[in-house]
């Protein structure tokens, strides 16, 4: 009785329609309201991003491991930045470094990541046609492509695009007289993220309103996969701490355009002082943390998310503790809005104050081991399947203990004094976020990749991209924690200047050296993902044995994805390997009475149930009432 | 897919139901509300912040006068009436503005069980009546930044230092660098928010005159559902309720 069903009638009959006859080109690739075309758009804008920004970092690194080298041969792509004598332009630097960390974190690893696995999985996994509004979906696509136009065009604008590092702090971005990058690329860069906030709201609203509305009948939320507790906890962080970041761009925004004071006081440039009285510059850094901290989770969770389902199912068995595994989501959720403080020890804040705040950060260590301690207890004598999948979900196991055992050094206030801004800092949230996440994103298209285009991606080729992406990730990121205990700051040019600096030129030369190694090693996955889009091995229905539900679609998933009905679920989806089961998975959509060999005595209670869940179909959206 | 599609389901959280009986729009706006609640909160405590960085006045509140050096007392900056030039009359028109708005929300909730009650006639009258307390509620804002622009009669005298010296001269009214009430951040802020929140409320007489079109195209009575109304009615009272919080910050305490 509602404007939904009113939609419905709608959907319904447009759903007909494009039965005889398809859809134009543009509606059917471009401004598609489908959620997995709009799952490819997402992955396909951030693998761009991810060349981009993973380039960038490539060239100041060979800035940090070869200073001085003569760089001319990337005048063609650099043009002036590249100095007359070979040399990169120090401000540019800056800029690199800020648009690598802008580009990883929001583009790549927010929007590519929860972007595409949100949108492909979620109606996939709990069993809907399509997410709750399709074309709120299409618009936050839209609203992120020109978000990433804006930061694209930015980088080629002559004062060159922000350079006062991701997390913009003011006065130096406030003020356009202080630095090249805080003039036009600054104001990019805040109409950029503006709009990219917007994006991720509107992306969030539906992850959650689908989890809640369109699960399939018999999808309670403790028969949710994993992947999907990780992604609508994730849509809930964006919800929540994105908006600040919008409040705080927006007064950075009056601060640099209409004279206002919300973050500047007392401030002199070149011996003049401004008008400015009154603001306070912390204020900025506690907004942005506030978004800042949970960020990092938005980032690493649905890794997490994905793999939990990758891990379960390459194991053969089910996941350990699936109930301790959403307690910890929830519980690393929670305090991730409690801890922002922690990039902020050394501000001069209180030292009480900071005792609370390392407190609260030491806390997390315990839901994040017990989400490692889970994995491993998974992995244990469990039949492994070595997949490339499986293999860049263990490896993010790795990452996540070793980034996360620097987590806890950082979060020590006493400790952080030393480290605070230096390149320990770096390694660190490199390994547990940027390398895990990523691991992540790639364990998700390689196990995900048969749904998506209905081919396989090749699996030696697979083998090969993990490990050389594995040892170089560890070659860049383990020396660079020796680099920042011997004091190096990060977002230096060069280190030349100081005595102290030259004893590890190696050491940085060596970094260097593997981050380009690593770098050209994603070509190996680039040329898979391509060539197998196009030319890979056909896919089977259920390549590898899995229990969810996206693997009852078709190989190739139509608009509404199942054809038919969508089926009901009646267990939980890691009935891996069960005792007394002749086979050694059951999928979702199996009921118990089909099982009795291999239920346990109160699973056959669930029996009685079934004739209830069969009948409670009233969330198809492509039903008329 | 709402209530009444739903006959007799015993397990709600079994799937294959909206558990909350709410549609995904009526879901979505809730979480929106939410989001923007952290937005509003950030500028509250923003607020905060700086004004607590900022000495309160000390003096007996009848010997107050403004300046830059101290944090003003609400009730001696916002005490004019719009055709009483002169009276002092502290918090008067802002009461009257929010009691405006508060009644708004009050013609919204009639709207809405006007809606469930599926009366065309009344739902467009209530949302007439809520067009027109935001409409009302923007004019006296618009009022209000006006006369705070403009200023009183005779300004307040400053010493500043501008370029190594010191001169002093009467500031008149407020922009965003300097006021004649207090420091910077106190029209800065006061800009800020208030005009944040009347973009809203903006927004929502907009939505709200959309609804009301709807409603008398008989829309809404076509569909067999006014949800729309219950829709923007969630956005109206969060933008009331915001107001409430941002009256009490910057004008009782
Ligand atoms: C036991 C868990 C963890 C603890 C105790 C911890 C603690 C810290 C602390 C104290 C800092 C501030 C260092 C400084 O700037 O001086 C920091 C930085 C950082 N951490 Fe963690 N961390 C943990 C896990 C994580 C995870 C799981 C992620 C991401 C998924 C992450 C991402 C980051 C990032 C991105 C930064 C640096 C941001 C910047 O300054 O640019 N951390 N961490
Ligand atoms: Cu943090």
New binding site residues.
């Given amino acids: 009785m509602s404007v939904v069903e009113a939609n419905l009638g709608h959907d319904v009959h447009s759903h007909d329609e494009h039965e005889h006859h398809e859809l134009n080109f543009w509606r059917q690739y471009i401004f598609s309201e489908d959620h997995k075309v709009i799952a490819k758009q997402y992955m396909i804008t951030g693998i761009f991003w991810a060349v981009i920004g993973v380039a960038m970092s490539v060239i100041f690194r060979l800035q940090l491991g070869f200073p001085g080298a003569n760089l001319s041969w990337l005048k063609p792509f650099l043009g002036g930045w590249i100095t007359e004598t070979g040399a990169l332009d120090p401000n540019f630097y800056l800029a690199l470094v800020t648009m690598h960390g802008t580009i990883m974190v929001f583009f790549v690893l927010t929007a590519g990541l929860s972007g595409t696995f949100s949108n492909f999985l979620i109606p996939l996994q709990v069993g809907a046609r399509d997410m709750a509004s399709g074309f709120l979906n299409m618009l936050s696509f839209w609203f992120f492509f020109v978000s990433g136009l804006l930061m694209f065009v930015s980088i080629f604008i002559e004062t060159g695009p922000a350079a006062g590092g991701w997390v913009i702090y003011p006065p130096l971005s406030a003020l356009p007289q202080a630095h090249m990058g805080s003039e036009m690329g600054m104001t990019l860069w805040l109409a950029s993220m503006a709009i990219f906030i917007m994006s991720s709201l509107l992306g969030s609203l539906n992850y959650v309103t689908t989890v809640i509305n369109l699960r399939t009948r018999g999808m309670t939320f403790t028969r949710l996969p994993l992947t999907i507790w990780a992604f609508l906890i994730t849509a809930v962080l964006g919800i929540i701490s994105f908006p600040v970041l919008l409040s705080a761009a927006l007064l950075l925004i009056f601060d640099r355009h209409f004279g206002t004071s919300f973050y500047l006081s007392e401030i002199y440039i070149n011996g003049e002082a401004l008008p400015n009285v009154g603001g306070s510059p912390i204020l900025f850094q506690h907004l942005f943390?506030f978004l800042?901290?949970p960020e990092?989770y938005i980032v690493l969770l649905p890794a997490l998310g994905i793999t939990s389902e990758i891990i379960a199912t390459n194991s053969r068995k089910p996941i350990f503790g699936y109930r301790a595994m959403i307690a910890s989501i929830m519980a690393i959720a929670f305090l991730a809005f409690i801890?922002?403080a922690?990039?902020m020890f050394v501000t001069g804040m209180n030292p009480f104050l900071g005792s609370i705040f390392m407190f609260l950060?030491l806390i997390i260590a315990v839901p994040s081991a017990v989400k490692a301690f889970n994995y491993i207890t998974t992995l244990w004598r469990g039949n492994i399947v070595f997949t490339p999948a499986m293999l860049f979900s263990i490896g993010l196991v790795s990452l996540f203990v070793s980034g996360g055992l620097t987590g806890i050094i950082l979060g020590n206030s006493a400790l952080d004094i030393q480290l605070h801004d230096t390149y320990f800092v770096v390694a660190h949230f490199h390994i547990v976020m940027g390398a895990a996440s990523a691991f992540g994103f790639f364990a998700g298209i390689y196990h995900w990749f048969p749904k998506m285009f209905g081919r396989m991606l090749n699996g030696t080729l697979g083998q090969i991209h993990f490990w050389l992406t594995f040892v170089g990730v560890y070659l860049v990121f383990m020396p660079m924690h020796y680099i920042g205990i011997a004091g190096f700051p990060r977002r230096y040019y060069q280190f030349t200047s100081f005595d102290f600096g030259k004893s590890f030129t190696d050491l940085n030369m060596f970094v260097s050296i593997a981050a380009i190694f690593t770098f050209f090693a994603q070509f190996v996955f680039l040329w898979n993902f391509f060539y197998s889009m196009f030319k890979g091995k056909v896919a089977t229905q259920n390549p590898w044995n899995s229990n969810t539900l996206e693997w009852t679609t078709p190989v190739n998933v139509g608009h509404g994805n199942w054809e038919g009905e969508i089926p009901a679920v009646y267990r939980w989806p890691y009935d891996y390997s069960k005792p007394g089961s002749p086979v050694d998975f059951i999928p979702q959509n199996i009921p118990h009475s089909q099982t009795l060999e291999s239920n346990f005595p109160h699973e056959n209670e669930y029996i009685a149930q079934e004739k209830e869940i069969e009948a409670q179909n009233y969330n198809d959206q492509f039903a008329s009432h | 897919m709402a209530a009444t599609a739903q006959p007799n389901v015993k397990n709600v959280w079994l799937g294959g139901v909206e558990p909350m009986k709410a549609s995904y729009g009526k879901l979505m706006m809730w979480f929106f509300l939410v989001s923007d609640t952290f937005t509003f909160s950030a500028l509250l405590v923003s607020y905060g912040l700086v004004r607590f960085s900022f000495p309160a006045y000390a003096g007996k509140v009848a010997d107050f006068v403004s300046s830059p050096a101290y944090w003003p007392i609400p009730e001696k900056v916002f005490d004019a009436m719009p055709f009483m030039h002169g009276i002092h009359a502290p918090l008067v028109f802002v009461g009257i503005m929010t009691f405006i708005l508060i009644f708004s929300s009050v013609t919204m909730v009639l709207a809405v069980e006007a809606g469930h009650r599926m009366d065309r006639a009344a739902v467009e009258k209530y949302m007439l009546w809520t067009i027109l307390g935001g409409a009302t509620f923007l004019g006296c804002q618009a009022w209000e930044w006006t006369h705070f622009i403009h200023g009183t009669d005779s300004g307040t005298v400053v010493k500043e230092i501008v370029d190594g010296t010191w001169i002093t001269k009467t500031v008149f009214g407020a922009n965003l660098t300097e006021n004649q009430y207090g420091p910077a951040a106190f029209a800065d802020f006061f800009f800020f928010i208030t005009g944040f929140h009347g973009t809203h409320v903006f927004s929502g007489v907009v939505l709200n005159y959309l609804v009301f079109y709807r409603t008398s195209t008989g829309m809404y009575e076509r569909r067999g559902s006014y949800e729309m109304v219950e829709k923007v009615g969630l956005y109206w009272h969060f933008v009331d309720l915001v107001w409430v919080f941002v009256f009490t910050f910057f004008y009782l305490v």
Avoid: A, P, R
Wanted: glycine residues 12%; without cysteine; charged residues 0%.
């Fill in positions: 943390w800042g901290h990092v801890v922002w922690h990039h950060t």
